[in-house]
């Protein structure tokens, strides 16, 4: 069994910047692509994001929603996912996990940490 | 972006009736490798999202037998044999056959 914990969420003026971390265990994290998913209130899950695995150079892509707005990365030696979210909006506010890839679906997803962005 | 459509987005249920989830795409959701990247999550209240079935019809391990899906191409449904108490919470369908991966809008599943 896999762990997956976010961390990093608050609340932001708009406009602001704002990092989350996903802290990965149980798995080879290098050998995976992982993806940030959020929720808005009342809203339908979004991909935000992806981060492939090693193989890829970890090479990046982003929702239209968030292009040159975030930037995701990780840290080999502490198994860690990140998001930079930067110019954030009122529409960014929402429960953001992050999810393991398993070819197809996502295989376990973190427990979520809450970004609100108001002034 | 492939649009995700379920029906309906409110399903009250008897405990022990059966209930029937759908989830349309407006593209055939059938990969050029022949699979079908279809997906269906549970989120019970305050909780993420937890994988049911992936690729259709298969089951995750742990998952009680009562739930089920089926479909192709389109059309795909998420059924519970005999819905228990533990059941209530939000499913939804995603597919992961075209890029980006898209979701349905949840379907609340609450008992009567």
């Known amino acids: 069994e896999f762990h997956l914990v976010e961390s990093g969420g608050g609340l932001v003026q708009p406009g602001g910047s704002l990092r989350l971390s996903c802290a990965a265990s149980?798995?080879?994290?290098?050998?995976?692509?992982m993806d940030w998913v959020r929720q808005a209130p009342g809203k339908r899950l979004e991909w935000v994001g992806r981060?492939?695995?090693?193989?890829?150079?970890?090479?990046?892509e982003y929702a239209a929603s968030v292009k040159d707005r975030f930037i995701i990365s990780r840290d080999e030696s502490r198994n860690t996912l990140y998001v930079q979210m930067n110019s954030l909006r009122p529409e960014d506010t929402a429960i953001y996990y992050c999810?393991?890839?398993?070819?197809?679906?996502?295989?376990?997803w973190g427990q979520g940490t809450l970004v609100t962005v108001s002034s | 972006d492939v649009v995700m459509t379920q029906s309906p987005l409110s399903l009250p249920v008897t405990l022990g009736q059966p209930a029937s989830i759908s989830c349309r795409s407006n593209?055939?959701?059938?990969?050029?490798?022949?699979?079908?990247?279809l997906n269906w999550f549970q989120q019970r209240p305050g909780q993420s999202p937890r994988r049911l079935i992936y690729?259709?019809?298969n089951r995750d391990s742990g998952v009680p037998d009562r739930f089920s899906g089926s479909g192709s191409g389109t059309d795909f449904t998420l059924k519970i044999n005999r819905v228990e108490a533990e059941d209530i919470g939000v499913y939804s369908c995603?597919?992961?056959?075209?890029?980006?991966?898209?979701f349905g809008q949840g379907t609340k599943v609450e008992i009567k």
């Open positions: 999810a393991r890839d398993d070819g197809g679906t996502y295989g376990g």
């Open positions: 149980g798995f080879n994290f290098n050998d995976y692509y």
């Open positions: 981060s492939r695995n090693k193989i890829k150079n970890y090479t990046a």
């Open positions: 593209q055939s959701l059938v990969h050029s490798d022949g699979n079908t990247y």
């Open positions: 690729k259709i019809s």
């Open positions: 995603m597919q992961a056959t075209h890029w980006p991966r898209t």
